[in-house]
T-cell receptor, first 113, second 115 residues
């Protein structure tokens, strides 16, 4: 248990559906992240929130929409996804400081049909 | 820009033999380096980290890594593999110019341990 909890663990959705992924951290960290892990590709950083403000958006398609209502919660809203968006989505948190590590949740396995 | 190269996509060892997972990095700044492990259907767990203190870093489960600036390497080792070590291992470099952890991941090395 890393202190970062993601729900749901598994999600199957159609291309016309709207769903949300949730991440919660109990570590008192002030930065939260969404990563995408696809087969045979390096982990891709999607979004970063630092002190509840989005500070990084790595050219992610607009069908992915993040939300950070407070420093403990992070959401990823999904709509009109494509099959190639099927992947493991990992949430992480860290404290803004040199050398501190990021703590990861167990991920949401998303399948788009 | 930072980058990480994990030289082997798969490493196979027998239980009880040494483990070596290789990692080379590129960084314009004094880097922070990490090794994470991912067991099947699990998230990533930190094994160890280097943050400009001692160059030989000891982590959990008997793993250690040595930071070699002259070789730009941060290889992960363990004297004796255990069956439970079978997993995917990621070498990671952090961009410290940002306030948050902008982690750059390698492509991963899958460690297979046979009895």
């Amino acid at each position: 248990e890393t202190g970062v909890t993601q729900t749901p663990r598994h999600l199957v959705m159609g291309m016309t559906n709207k769903k949300s992924l949730k991440c919660e951290q109990h570590l008192g960290h002030n930065a939260m992240y969404w990563y995408k892990q696809s087969a045979k590709k390096p982990l891709e950083l999607m979004f970063v929130y630092s002190l509840e403000e989005r500070v990084e958006n790595n050219s992610v398609p607009s069908r992915f929409s993040p939300e950070c209502p407070n420093s403990s919660h992070l959401f990823l809203h999904l709509h009109t996804l494509q099959p190639e968006d099927s992947a493991l989505y990992l949430c992480a948190s860290s404290q803004e400081d040199r050398g501190t590590e990021a703590f990861f949740g167990q991920g949401t396995r998303l399948t788009v049909v | 820009a930072q980058s990480v190269t994990q030289l082997d996509s798969h490493v196979s060892v027998s239980e009880g033999t040494p483990v070596l997972l290789r990692c080379n990095y590129s960084s314009s700044y004094s880097p922070s380096l990490f090794w994470y492990v991912q067991h099947p259907n699990k998230g990533l767990q930190l094994l160890l980290k280097y943050t400009s203190a001692a160059t030989l870093v000891k982590g959990i489960n008997g793993f250690e890594a040595e930071f070699k600036k002259s070789e730009t390497s941060f290889h992960l080792t363990k004297p004796s593999a255990h069956m439970s070590d079978a997993a995917e291992y990621f070498c990671v470099v952090s961009d410290q110019n940002t306030g948050f952890q902008k982690l750059v991941f390698g492509t991963g090395t899958r460690l297979l341990v046979s009895p």
